[in-house]
């Protein structure tokens, strides 16, 4: 075996500001995410057909196609639609927080209709408008419930993250292809990189565990 992990030495620090880079963008994605989650969510349990269908419809269509797919017709077809140059950047958060919103509005849906059905008929025979119901009471309860799943969407979308090197985003995984390709060895470079995905994965986990406990002590 012919490693050498001293040569990546001096890319040390331009392979550390992908972390930054890549953070950045999924910090952007999983907000846009969670805010069309919800949204999507509460269409599909809500009483508005054409509200539900459309949800039902953008579920079916981001989680039946390919995530790159979707990221290679953001970042591809813009141009030519719209005449709009968009920017690698950009087309990452849209396709992640596009793609990432389908699955978080399943796990809210899921987690809101998991809540007591007595919740919901104690608010409304108190007059409880729909909305204060929803963000006072239904979903600070469903939140609890579905924490674990989401913090494992957010894990999966830092993984998964990686595949924006396919459109040149100077993400960790791209920044080790350009060590790779400099040096002309790629396995001490993805090595690296691969570990620093793993410590990203590992502290979102300790964080997530952090707001379980946080939870359980407050009910």
Known sequence: ???????????????LEGIWAT???????????????????????????????????????????????????????????TGYDISAFLSAILAFGLNSSAYISEIIRAGIQAV????????????????????????????????????NEFITLTKESAIVSTIGYLDLMRRAQVVGADLFRNFEPLLFVGFIYWCLVMGLTMIGRVFERRLKQSD
Do not use: C
């Not at 919901?120 to 579905?146: C, F, H, W």
């Open 1 to 15: 075996m012919n490693l050498d992990f001293s040569q990546i030495v001096p890319y040390i620090p331009f392979m």
């Open 23 to 81: 953070l950045k963008f999924v910090f952007f994605a999983i907000i846009l995410g969670s805010i069309l989650g919800t949204l999507l969510a509460l269409f599909k349990i809500g009483s508005i057909k054409p509200l539900r269908w459309f949800a039902d419809a953008y579920t079916s269509i981001f989680r039946g196609t390919p995530l790159i797919l979707q990221l290679m017709i953001i970042y591809f077809s813009t141009p030519q639609l």
């Open 116 to 151: 007591d059905k007595g919740q919901t008929e104690a608010a409304q025979a108190l007059g409880v408008p729909y909305r204060s119901m929803m963000k006072d009471i239904i979903l600070p309860q469903a939140l609890k419930n579905i924490l674990p799943a989401l913090m």
